[in-house]
């Protein structure tokens, strides 16, 4: 039963959004994700669009993910090879449990 | 909230804001370049004038049968203010006023719909109608036709029939008035004895003048396949043609025109002349302008068509400007313009002091140029024209305009000079915080600032008319300061601040350390403090009583004109030997004089129907740099000195446009106007002297004056109805006869051209010129025969009135002064009560106090309603600010300390109280309260964050000395060339500039050391003082 369950975090701009979510959907493995809009702080100051650098933060799209099983390494060796040098930012942590009800 | 969201959108949309900047300034430019430019506003009110002539007239009949009946008719004209009458000899003229904002257009309508019900009943040659559509401020071009050998008649005939009607049709132009020359006309004299002999009557030649004089057209002919078009040609040419038209046959020979008259080129009766320099005669055209039309645009007009006619003109014959409107409205911007551009300067300084970076200091100093422009878009938008008072205004703004800019320019390089996020944060943020920060206290400043304004739009008549577009245009500016300011400024700091010295610039680290130490002091022993300034408060109020009341300094137009007046029963011969006497006495004693235009008696029009004893003498003067006297004052005491040499010359000095305001608006010249109401002539002719000499009695008094309405002679024909009766002869008949052998009967007209000629009959010269060969006239009887005057009608000399002038229907006489050296509230008060101890009013009669202090007592009045209701705004929008009262109270307290600079200022300058005084320190209560607001905004932010009290008010101090500072010096610094300025215009500005650098003194230094020792006593309530 102890299957084992990760979760991705992605820090994405706003401009990827679209096309990392298709690639999470596309891959076998992500069983649930969601996406927020939200700002990101301590990102570089060049990486900050006019609007960002007005506001002092940045605009990002944090996408959680449900990963089972070792997908996760599999997803970011693919987002490297897609969106290298994009400023995206992640994190995986390992799970005790996950599920549907 | 809001506010960030613009600032956010600002910085962030950076390019689009270059791009919205770029328009405004071209649109900006446009709108500069086409606003209408003139010298004032147009102070006049609705106005319909209706001017009607009957030649030969005297001023009771035409009260009588012309003033009064239209008077009748005209009031109850609906929104009509006024209806005011003159009726003198041969000329009726009425004005009807009509409310403030009621369009021209409709006035005359109602006017022009009363008075057509009524022209049927008028008597018989009557003429005249409604005035042109022009304004007192129409005369805008007035010139000579000289040279060219031509005799007075000749040119008259050119201005007449060449030159008028060429200007009339340049766009805004409401008509050409003619003055002066003989007015040619072919005059047909009867001889009494042939005309008696042949049996002719009067009405028989004037009969047969007018059916002989007449082409016509009498149809078609056919002539095989042409066609041929009939013209029947009788139509008086020349002498020739009215000498040979018959009159009557006797006994089968036909009696000519020539048989029984005399036959000649004369001139119709003479309204009144125009001499020059001394030497003689001349003819004067005077361009009025269509109301609400752009003088300097009418005037380039005129030149222009003028330099198109010069080529069409006969050999040597030269037109001569001696005043041009476009003069004065060039000086008048000048004088802004120069103020204006020291100003800048200036203020460009300053900043760079203050801020001791001169990328920080132009970018707060773009704002003017931007704020400027928006201005005048703004101002064109309104439809406002460019004038010394909407002008003055924007100059009167520069200090202010800045102060929004220079808040957030300096609160950004203290931002970023002090940066402790050391590179974490973008530079973009830095900015947004900064402005964000002072965003709300410069918002809430400058809306207070615009609200001090607001009274000023509602005050009424001619002070109305002058400062609503100061205010208005102030209010443009700054609210143009306070949107550039939050957006624009922040984008053109975030491109021209790069690096910011840590270090504060050299002059603020040592007032620094001075302010460190008074502040200390201050708060270490407030009593120190708080008495001296309270003391000063109660001096103030002393020196306030001290200081002189007066509704508006004088402006200098820079023409003189001096108002002559002689003799009611002067001849106009003499007249003119006398004012050419007087004029060569001038040019030879007084050198600043160029050039002398006098026009004496009324216009061809009837705008201005001066009696043949009135001038009004206009001197053209030297350029300032020739002159020997000191200034205008001296200038006016020379002449006065040349004047007095005239014995029974009564004289007055005023200037073209003030001499036309004055009469528009109480019907009088003169700083003070007391007219006396009542029915009969003879007891208003006694008061008014009786006025006069206890006038003259009151210091301060100058140029008392009384039109002298008494001393016309008049030779009065008493009819005898029975022997009158006798002869077949009315009353009517009499009279007609009477007015066609002295003043002269149109009997039609004689076309020379395009050139229409009055033809007249009219008796014999040498009759006019002696009252002894008048009693000998003879009349016709309807039978041809003719009797001695003195058969039917005795004669005898009388005295009588010059004129009749009547208000809302009621005669009354006034009498004018001038007030010199002397305030003219209390010269009022004074005279008031001198004359109700001195002269007693008999039933029926009353007294009415006008002239220029009635508009201040109404300002007053306004005002005080105005002001406190604008202070009572601030209070709630400090309240909104604040969510306090005691800290909104401790706001408004810097007022009244604002207020003693000013008064002393004034105390000081000798200056007095006027209306432009009074818009200063409705500005002072502006200011005071902003420094307050940024004062006490930023001690709350250190409250919140937890400080004590007294840590709060000496680090709040400390760090909004700059700002405060600033504001404050910059402000004081816009308006000190306007002190020193000179020309048109700088007399209304210098007290408003005085009051407010007065007031900017005490009032930043009691913000300064006063406001931290009220913040740290009165901000809190004893619950509420969580830090203590």
Redesign the interface.
């Known amino acids: 039963m102890s299957e084992e369950f990760c979760l991705l975090t992605l820090l994405l701009p706003e401009s990827l959004g679209e096309e990392v979510l298709d690639i999470l959907l596309l891959t076998e493995g992500v069983q649930q994700f969601t996406s927020t809009a939200l700002f990101a702080h301590?990102v570089g100051?060049d990486r900050?669009d006019?609007?960002?650098?007005?506001?002092?933060r940045a605009r990002r799209v944090q996408v959680q993910a449900l990963l089972s099983g070792a997908v996760g390494q599999e997803i970011l060796a693919r987002l490297r090879a897609r969106f290298a040098g994009a400023g995206l930012h992640y994190w995986i942590q390992a799970l005790p449990a996950a599920g549907a009800i | 909230m809001m506010l960030s969201r613009l600032i956010q959108f600002a910085l962030a949309q950076r390019l689009l804001i270059l791009l919205a900047l770029l328009v405004l300034v071209t649109a900006g430019w446009q709108a500069f370049q086409n606003l209408p430019i003139d010298a004032y506003p147009d102070v006049s009110t609705t106005q319909v004038k209706l001017i009607l002539k009957v030649p030969g007239l005297t001023p009771e009949e035409v009260e009588n049968r012309i003033t009064q009946p239209i008077e009748t008719e005209m009031l109850g004209l609906p929104r009509q203010s006024m209806l005011r009458s003159v009726s003198k000899y041969g000329l009726a003229d009425i004005t009807v006023d009509f409310a403030e904002g009621t369009d021209i257009y409709w006035a005359r309508q109602q006017v022009a719909e009363r008075l057509s019900g009524i022209l049927g009943s008028l008597p018989a040659g009557t003429t005249g109608g409604l005035a042109p559509i022009t304004t007192p401020l129409g005369e805008m071009f007035m010139f000579t036709v000289e040279g060219g050998g031509l005799s007075l008649m000749e040119r008259r005939s050119l201005l007449d029939w060449v030159i008028r009607p060429a200007l009339r049709s340049v766009p805004g132009v409401a008509d050409v008035n003619v003055l002066g020359g003989e007015l040619k006309s072919f005059e047909v004299v009867p001889d009494l004895t042939r005309m008696a002999a042949t049996g002719i009557s009067m009405d028989a030649l004037t009969t047969a003048l007018d059916i002989n004089n007449r082409n016509d057209g009498a149809g078609r002919l056919e002539e095989g396949g042409e066609v041929l078009l009939v013209r029947a040609e009788g139509r008086i040419r020349d002498l020739a043609d009215l000498a040979a038209i018959v009159v009557a046959n006797r006994e089968g020979v036909p009696v000519r025109v020539g048989d029984i008259a005399g036959l000649r080129i004369g001139s119709i009766t003479r309204l009144g002349a125009v001499t020059e320099n001394g030497r003689g005669e001349t003819v004067e055209g005077l361009v009025l302008g269509l109301r609400g039309a752009n003088a300097r645009q009418v005037v380039q007009g005129v030149e222009a068509r003028l330099a198109e006619l010069r080529s069409t003109l006969p050999k040597g014959v030269q037109i001569r400007a001696f005043y041009n409107r476009a003069d004065l409205v060039n000086k008048a911007v000048h004088t802004v313009s120069k103020a204006l551009t020291e100003a800048v300067a200036l203020v460009l300084l300053l900043l760079l002091v203050f801020l001791g970076n001169l990328r920080a200091a132009l970018s707060a100093a773009l704002i003017l140029p931007l704020a400027a422009l928006m201005t005048f878009l703004l101002m064109q938008y309104f439809g406002l024209s460019a004038n010394l008072m909407s002008l003055g205004g924007l100059a009167i703004a520069i200090g202010m305009l800045v102060d929004a800019a220079v808040v957030v320019v300096e609160n950004i390089v203290q931002h970023l000079a002090h940066d402790p996020y050391a590179g974490r944060l973008p530079r973009l943020h830095l900015i947004y915080r900064a402005v964000r920060e002072v965003a709300t206290p410069i918002s809430v400043g400058v809306l207070i600032i615009i609200t001090v304004f607001l009274p000023l739009l509602t005050l009424q008549g001619l002070e109305g008319k002058l400062f609503i577009p100061v205010a208005l245009t102030i209010i443009f500016a700054l609210a143009a300061s306070l949107l550039l300011s939050l957006t624009a400024i922040p984008v053109l700091s975030a491109y021209l601040l790069k690096k910011v010295k840590q270090e504060d610039p050299w002059l603020l680290r040592h007032v620094d350390v001075l302010y460190q130490r008074l502040l200390n002091g201050a708060l270490g022993r407030p009593a120190w403090v708080v008495f001296p300034a309270m003391l000063l408060l109660l001096a103030a109020v002393f020196a306030y009583t001290q200081v002189g009341k007066t509704f508006m300094p004088q402006m200098d137009e820079g023409t003189v004109v001096i108002g002559l007046e002689t003799l009611p029963s002067i001849s106009l011969a003499a007249n003119e030997t006398l004012n050419l006497r007087i004029q060569r006495a001038i040019l030879a004693q007084v050198p600043e004089v160029e050039r002398i235009v006098a026009r004496t008696g009324a216009d061809e029009i009837g705008l201005d129907p001066m009696g043949l004893n009135e001038t009004d003498t206009f001197l053209v003067l030297q350029p300032r740099e020739r002159w020997r006297v000191r200034d205008k004052a001296a200038l006016i005491d020379a002449l006065r000195k040349v004047l007095e040499e005239f014995p029974g010359v009564q004289f007055s000095f005023t200037q073209p446009i003030e001499m036309r305001v004055a009469e528009m608006l109480s019907g009088v010249r003169g700083d003070v106007a007391v007219k006396i109401f009542g029915p009969d002539l003879a007891t208003l002719e006694r008061l008014s002297g009786q006025v006069e000499t206890v006038l003259q009695g009151i210091p301060g008094a100058k140029d008392v004056y009384t039109a002298r309405n008494e001393g016309v002679q008049y030779e009065e024909v008493v009819i005898d109805r029975l022997a009158a009766g006798r002869f077949g002869l009315s009353v009517d008949a009499i009279e007609d006869a009477l007015r066609a052998y002295v003043q002269g009967r149109v009997a039609g007209v004689v076309m020379e051209g395009v050139r229409r000629t009055p033809l007249q009959v009219r008796g014999p010269e040498d009759l006019r010129a002696s009252p002894a060969d008048f009693s000998r006239l003879r009349l016709v009887l309807p039978d041809g025969q003719a009797i001695a005057l003195a058969a039917v009608a005795h004669l005898r000399r009388a005295d009588g009135p010059v004129k009749v002038e009547r208000e809302m229907g009621s005669r009354y006489r006034v009498v004018m002064t001038q007030v010199k050296g002397r305030d003219l509230v209390g010269f009022v008060d004074e005279a008031k009560q001198r004359i109700a101890q001195q002269v007693p009013l008999p039933t029926g009669y009353r007294l009415n106090f006008g002239g220029q202090f009635e508009n201040q007592q109404r300002a007053a009045k306004r005002l005080a309603v105005v002001v406190p209701v604008a202070l009572g705004i601030i209070f709630f929008l400090l309240y909104l600010t604040f969510r306090s009262l005691r800290q909104a109270l401790l706001i408004m307290s810097n007022i009244p300390f604002a207020l003693v600079g000013g008064i002393f200022a004034l105390w000081l300058t000798g200056e007095y109280l006027s209306v432009p005084a009074s818009v200063g320190f409705i500005a002072l209560l502006g200011i005071a309260v902003l420094n307050g607001v940024v004062m006490v905004s930023y001690f709350n932010q250190l409250h919140a964050q937890g400080l004590v009290l007294a840590e709060v008010v000496r680090q709040g101090a400390r760090r909004r000395l700059r700002p405060v500072l600033m504001t404050a010096s910059i402000t004081a610094f816009g308006l000190i060339p306007l002190l020193f300025a000179s020309g048109p215009g700088a007399e209304i500005q210098r007290p408003l500039a005085i009051v407010v650098i007065g007031g900017l003194l005490t009032a930043t230094s009691l913000t300064l050391l006063i406001l931290p020792i009220l913040y740290r006593r009165f901000a809190f309530g004893k619950g509420e003082k969580r830090h203590v």
């Open positions: 301590g100051l900050l006019a609007q960002e650098q007005v506001l002092g």
